[in-house]
């Protein structure tokens, strides 16, 4: 089983559920800690042989077909607040950098221009999907469930092919034309006026063939042809990460709990679920 984190999302969610924050030692650690704790709790759920860390990059090549990519995402922000959004990157930087090397993980992947999904689209292409588990809510990932599942740790489901098709009635490599014409709010990509989802799958299986929306439709393929480029996964050009074996010991472990104060993680019952799922990871 091969377990591939969407770190930003899963460090986003931890975010929101220690809003109040934690600290150590005068350091934020809030992220530090529930990254964790979602480690000890995914490896006993899964059971993985192979893990990867998917990282955003801050930077984006999308911008460069459309600057207006994200752009809403601190946009008429109080000076405050973007200096609680530093704290919190700060920690998204300690864990990738420091935090999970020092605890032996060798895949933790991020590439200058390029987004996690990105990275996690060629990773899991042509994997099997009921080996292959994405650890994400991310909609955007569903074009790929021909080759993997998706958990989403907020609701404790799993999103796998067939329950994508039951839902939305179409495949997997359709929802890439879907949100082209619908558009995507989260990352401030604009599809058509007034379409969303739902008209675009009818429109994709030819339930929507006449009348002002189908035309409408029709009429935007630029708009369309635009925006396949900003959703389609991976993004043009983007490499592929290499797998590696990775280095966990109970050492390091109990090393990076001690470091952080994590004391409740150096538990019997803790150690145990780490010593007995984790050391299973190649």
């Not at 990254?35 to 999308?62: G, T, Y």
């Not at 890439?176 to 990352?187: F, L």
Request: some cysteine; overall charge neutral.
């Amino acid at each position: 089983m091969l377990l591939v984190f969407d770190s930003n999302y899963v460090s986003w969610v931890i975010s929101s559920a220690f809003w109040r924050g934690l600290s150590y030692d005068g350091n934020r650690t809030e992220i530090i800690f529930g990254f964790m704790k979602q480690l000890v709790s995914l490896f006993e759920n899964f059971e993985p042989d192979q893990v990867a860390f998917c990282w955003d990059s801050r930077q984006s090549k999308r911008r460069d077909i459309y600057p207006e990519y994200k752009n809403n995402r601190r946009k008429d922000m109080l000076e405050e607040d973007k200096d609680a959004l530093n704290l919190i990157y700060a920690q998204f930087e300690e864990m990738k950098s420091y935090t999970l090397p020092a605890l032996g993980f060798s895949n933790v992947f991020e590439v200058n221009g390029y987004e996690s999904d990105d990275l996690i689209a060629n990773m899991v292409w042509g994997k099997n999907p009921d080996e292959t588990i994405v650890i994400s809510s991310d909609t955007d990932l569903y074009q790929l469930l021909d080759y993997c599942s998706i958990y989403a740790i907020t609701k404790g489901q799993t999103t796998n092919k067939e329950i994508f098709r039951r839902h939305y009635g179409i495949e997997p490599i359709q929802w890439v034309k879907v949100k082209a014409i619908a558009g995507c709010s989260t990352d401030n990509v604009k599809g058509i006026m007034g379409i969303g989802e739902k008209k675009a799958i009818d429109y994709l299986i030819g339930k929507l063939n006449k009348g002002k929306m189908f035309l409408k439709i029709e009429d935007s393929q630029e708009i369309i042809g635009r925006n396949i480029q900003l959703v389609a996964l991976p993004f043009a050009g983007t490499p592929t990460p290499k797998l590696r074996k990775n280095t966990l010991t109970m050492d390091k472990f109990r090393s990076i709990c001690r470091e952080y104060g994590m004391d409740s993680l150096l538990e019997k019952k803790s150690l145990a679920k780490w010593e007995k799922n984790s050391l299973k990871i190649v």
